[in-house]
């Protein structure tokens, strides 16, 4: 059991280009999220996804796509990186958004540097 | 909007104590309030949750307090070992799900 696995673990862009963040789970969860994390600010919500079809705007979501692929999969795209998206992105998934007792399950992060 | 403040950046504490870390939120009472751990290089990890209406949640050796008075959440680690030390987050969760995340504390523990 894997849980929320998250490809690649590093990587390094330069300003303009563009990539893709893959994350997938296994637990049959109907929520997926993505999360930045900057030092001294914490963890951000760029997007997430309630279920599968749906996605919608976290709190900080300018310069990112999302894609719910299916209901394991949850892509983040970037279209044309920016130096101010240099972080640690984390895909989460939980049985639902609807509960708010629902804890979320963290993959281990993308390193991305945009040079 | 729903800020959470967890006040210590730091916290050193010896082997056998006890940690305490204060987690504040502003406006309204979080219907939820839940705590991670964070590893260097690792994903946070989910520890405990509390309920607005729930005083105090137990785990082992960690304890969680909820004041809405204080607006206040306290977690404890009793007996702390040196596996202990890890960065701690308090999130507040709404039932849309969006979760708003604390800065977190980074607790070390020496033997």
């Known amino acids: 059991n894997a849980g929320v696995t998250q490809t690649p673990k590093f990587q390094v862009l330069k300003t303009g280009q563009s990539m893709t963040l893959q994350c997938a789970q296994d637990?049959?969860?109907?929520?997926m999220y993505w999360y930045r994390q900057d030092p001294g600010m914490g963890l951000r919500l760029i997007y997430y996804?309630?279920?599968?079809?749906?996605?919608d705007k976290g709190e900080v979501p300018n310069g990112y796509n999302v894609s719910r692929l299916n209901k394991r999969e949850f892509s983040l795209r970037l279209e044309s990186a920016a130096p101010s998206q240099t972080s640690v992105y984390f895909c989460a998934s939980s049985d639902s958004a609807g509960v708010g007792n629902s804890p979320l399950h963290f993959g281990n992060g993308t390193r991305l540097t945009v040079t | 909007s729903q800020k959470i403040e967890q006040n210590s950046e730091a916290l050193n504490i010896q082997e056998g104590k006890t940690a305490t870390l204060t987690c504040n939120y502003t406006n309204y009472s979080p219907a939820y309030l839940q705590w991670y751990r964070q590893d260097p290089g690792r994903g946070p990890v989910f520890l405990l949750l509390?309920?607005?209406?729930?005083k105090e949640k137990r785990k082992e050796r960690l304890k969680v307090t909820f004041d809405t008075t204080l607006k206040q959440s306290l977690f404890h680690i009793t007996a702390s070992q040196p596996a202990d030390s890890a960065t701690y987050l308090c999130?507040?969760?709404?039932?849309?799900?969006?979760?708003?995340f604390g800065d977190g504390t980074t607790l070390t523990v020496k033997p």
């Open positions: 996804s309630a279920s599968e079809g749906t996605t």
């Open positions: 999130a507040h969760n709404t039932n849309a799900g969006k979760s708003t």
């Open positions: 637990m049959n969860h109907n929520s």
């Open positions: 509390i309920r607005e209406n729930e």
